[in-house]
């Protein structure tokens, strides 16, 4: 059984070991602490591995991550593939991985690492640009390869080759003397999980779920889905459906949602402690479940009760005034952990 729940939301649980990953480096470097792997790595990659060819090989290797390239490829993407989902999607992702990837430096503000570069480099450090662009843009286009391509060999050998660049690019980084290796890893994992919810919200947009929306259609299909959503295997996914359609029809969730963000990032720039962490997050869980639970009651009396009436309001009444207390108590702890830190 453990192991059928894990075939299925494997996704979810790599992202989640991702951000855990990106965390605990985060940790570190907000205290200003030397990162071990780091000096590992430094030890081992800038004091013995660095010569004159493997130079000039890095260079090139890391320019294939350069901005001109990844614009001339997504270019090329919209001018010369038919189907013009697909180059639409490859320019948002290179456009949407590259401002996240500034807005978390803006956030972090590392220092890049001194005295040993072999290229001129500015901006911030965490994470590393090139690593984290990379492995969002070639990523997406392995996944692209995978779904549509229908030649195996052509399909393997492209995305053999792109997933042995991506990595390439991250140490190239490393050896150039222009981000930690603490850096690069985090900018992978940070992608692994954009990766993730970007190909999840594209599917739709490139028709790569055909197969699974005419199966929704089938009625015996619809009888056999009805059944498996009493099994403890797919819990997981019905439940992330069920938020991926309270996100949809419902504005205050969106709110929630976006003033979770906020705060998360009011967290890190202010340094909240860890018991002011744990407080954010069960108010974050308080707040958002009762929006669904509110979103719930009121699509069961709607209905239940299609009609106007009375007790039906009641109901619904009651159900959103819980969430508003929620939220309000929220906002007060809120002020009360951010304003001495704000005019302390």
Same mark, same amino acid.
């Given at each position: 059984?453990?192991?059928?729940?894990?075939?299925?939301?494997?996704?979810?649980?790599?992202?989640?070991?991702?951000?855990?990953?990106?965390?605990?480096?985060?940790?570190?470097?907000?205290?200003?602490?030397?990162?071990?792997?780091?000096?590992?790595?430094?030890?081992?990659?800038?004091?013995?591995?660095?010569?004159?060819?493997?130079?000039?090989?890095?260079?090139?290797?890391?320019?294939?991550?350069?901005?001109?390239?990844?614009?001339?490829?997504?270019?090329?993407?919209?001018?010369?593939?038919?189907?013009?989902?697909?180059?639409?999607?490859?320019?948002?992702?290179?456009?949407?991985?590259?401002?996240?990837?500034?807005?978390?430096?803006?956030?972090?503000?590392?220092?890049?690492?001194?005295?040993?570069?072999?290229?001129?480099?500015?901006?911030?450090?965490?994470?590393?640009?090139?690593?984290?662009?990379?492995?969002?843009?070639?990523?997406?286009?392995?996944?692209?390869?995978?779904?549509?391509?229908?030649?195996?060999?052509?399909?393997?050998?492209?995305?053999?080759?792109?997933?042995?660049?991506?990595?390439?690019?991250?140490?190239?980084?490393?050896?150039?003397?222009?981000?930690?290796?603490?850096?690069?890893?985090?900018?992978?994992?940070?992608?692994?999980?954009?990766?993730? =919810? !970007?190909?999840? +919200?594209?599917?739709? /947009?490139?028709? &790569?779920?055909?197969?699974?929306?005419? *199966?929704?259609?089938?009625?015996?299909?619809?009888?056999?889905?009805?059944?498996?959503?009493?099994?403890?295997?797919?819990?997981?996914?019905?439940?992330?459906?069920?938020?991926?359609?309270?996100?949809?029809?419902?504005?205050?969730?969106?709110?929630?949602?976006?003033?979770?963000?906020?705060?998360?990032?009011?967290?890190?720039?202010?340094?909240?402690?860890?018991?002011?962490?744990?407080?954010?997050?069960?108010?974050?869980?308080?707040?958002?479940?009762?929006?669904?639970?509110?979103?719930?009651?009121?699509?069961?009396?709607?209905?239940?009760?299609?009609?106007?009436?009375?007790?039906?309001?009641?109901?619904?009444?009651?159900?959103?005034?819980?969430? =508003? !207390?929620?939220? +309000?108590?929220?906002? /007060?702890?809120? &002020?009360?952990?951010?304003?001495?830190? *704000?005019?302390?």
């Amino acid at each position: 059984m453990l192991k059928r729940i894990v075939e299925k939301n494997y996704k979810w649980i790599i992202a989640f070991l991702c951000l855990i990953i990106v965390l605990m480096m985060l940790e570190d470097i907000f205290e200003n602490e030397q990162v071990t792997l780091d000096m590992v790595v430094y030890r081992l990659v800038i004091l013995n591995l660095r010569s004159e060819p493997l130079t000039i090989i890095m260079k090139v290797i890391t320019n294939l991550s350069s901005a001109y390239v990844l614009i001339a490829i997504a270019i090329g993407t919209l001018l010369f593939i038919k189907n013009k989902k697909v180059g639409v999607c490859v320019t948002s992702n290179l456009v949407i991985a590259t401002l996240l990837n500034q807005l978390l430096k803006y956030i972090i503000q590392r220092p890049r690492p001194e005295g040993y570069r072999l290229i001129a480099e500015s901006g911030y450090s965490f994470p590393s640009g090139h690593s984290m662009v990379s492995m969002a843009f070639y990523g997406f286009i392995i996944y692209l390869i995978w779904k549509m391509v229908k030649n195996k060999r052509i399909k393997y050998v492209a995305c053999g080759i792109l997933g042995f660049l991506i990595p390439m690019i991250g140490f190239s980084r490393i050896y150039l003397g222009v981000h930690y290796a603490s850096d690069v890893i985090g900018g992978f994992a940070i992608s692994i999980v954009y990766l993730l =919810l !970007f190909t999840n +919200m594209t599917r739709s /947009i490139l028709q &790569l779920e055909k197969e699974k929306k005419n *199966i929704m259609k089938n009625k015996r299909k619809m009888v056999e889905l009805r059944r498996k959503r009493k099994k403890l295997r797919n819990s997981f996914k019905y439940a992330f459906q069920g938020i991926e359609e309270a996100w949809k029809t419902e504005q205050n969730l969106k709110i929630h949602f976006m003033i979770m963000a906020l705060v998360i990032i009011a967290g890190f720039i202010f340094k909240i402690s860890l018991i002011e962490w744990m407080v954010c997050l069960l108010l974050f869980a308080i707040v958002i479940s009762l929006e669904l639970i509110n979103t719930a009651i009121e699509t069961t009396v709607d209905i239940a009760m299609p009609e106007i009436n009375e007790k039906a309001k009641y109901a619904k009444d009651i159900a959103a005034g819980a969430v =508003l !207390f929620s939220a +309000m108590i929220s906002i /007060i702890i809120g &002020l009360i952990i951010f304003l001495p830190k *704000i005019f302390g």
